[in-house]
């Protein structure tokens, strides 16, 4: 089992930048499938970013593509978002979650495939 928790939300100008951090406790953390989801007032929590134990495979929402990173470090058990040129509608909850499952590009984008949450970091980005 693994306990998530998010930090580094907070307020920004457009096109700021903030990184996003997710400590991870438990021994397995190296070997999960690791995501990034958002969730916007009165809109559903959505797919940001997906990343593969190894780091090898990654995937994005094509919204954030080429503005959002997302890596991890294993020896420190931190996933971690790094989000430039930040929008107005970027602003919402953002939550990481881990999956035990090998990576799958399908797979990573839904919610229901992850079993292990976060409590979210907020993220306000003000134009």
């Known amino acids: 089992q693994v306990q998530l928790v998010e930090s580094g939300g907070g307020l920004v100008q457009a096109g700021g930048s903030l990184r996003l951090s997710c400590a991870a406790s438990g021994r397995t953390f190296r070997t999960y499938t690791m995501g990034w989801f958002r969730q916007a007032p009165g809109k559903e929590r959505e797919f940001v970013a997906a990343?593969?134990?190894?780091?090898?495979?990654?995937d994005y929402l094509n919204s954030v593509k080429g503005r959002f990173t997302i890596s991890r470090d294993n020896a420190k058990n931190t996933l971690y978002l790094q989000m430039n040129s930040l929008k107005s509608e970027d602003t919402a909850v953002y939550y990481c979650?881990?999956?035990?499952?090998?990576?799958?590009?399908?797979?990573?984008?839904?919610?229901?495939?992850?079993?292990?949450w976060g409590q979210g970091t907020k993220v306000t980005v003000s134009s």
């Open positions: 979650a881990a999956d035990r499952r090998s990576y799958s590009k399908v797979a990573v984008t839904t919610t229901i495939n992850y079993g292990y």
């Open positions: 990343i593969s134990w190894s780091g090898d495979s990654t």
